[in-house]
Nanobody, 125 residues
Framework: QLQLVESAGGLVQPGGSLRLACAAS?????????IGWFRQAPGKEREGASC????????NYLDSIGGRFTVSRDTAKNTVYLQMNRLKPEDTAAYYC?????????????????WGQGTQVTVAS
């Protein structure tokens, strides 16, 4: 059973940056998985934010994210990162990483089999 462990989020000022990490516990290699990043704001549905496929193709799903978020994979560290730049208050949410064995990215939460515990990101001055 794959277990995903996310790094801590935090409080960031508008315009600031934060990098989230998603690591696999044990000896499971994340290379075998497509990793998605989702977020859920209070009172809203969980939405797909970014994704990196097994072949390391990346996609941002939300127009509001644009080019501000970058997802990457460090094979040596068995970790996937979400670099978030120029953060805005509307980026405030709980962020989750998720894994699926499918080769392609998907922005649908139902396509993912394993989930991290979630980490809170708050963007406020």
């Amino acid at each position: 059973q794959l277990q995903l462990v996310e790094s801590a989020g935090g409080l960031v000022q508008p315009g600031g940056s934060l990098r989230l990490a998603c690591a696999a516990s044990g000896f499971t290699s994340l290379e075998d998985y497509t990793i998605g990043w989702f977020r859920q704001a209070p009172g809203k549905e969980r939405e797909g934010a970014s994704c990196i496929s097994r072949s390391n193709a990346t996609v941002n799903y939300l127009d509001s994210i644009g080019g501000r978020f970058t997802v990457s994979r460090d094979t040596a560290k068995n970790t996937v990162y979400l670099q978030m730049n120029r953060l805005k208050p509307e980026d405030t949410a709980a962020y989750y990483c998720a894994a699926r064995r499918g080769a392609a990215c998907s922005g649908l939460a139902s396509r993912y089999d394993y989930w991290g515990q979630g980490t809170q990101v708050t963007v406020a001055s």
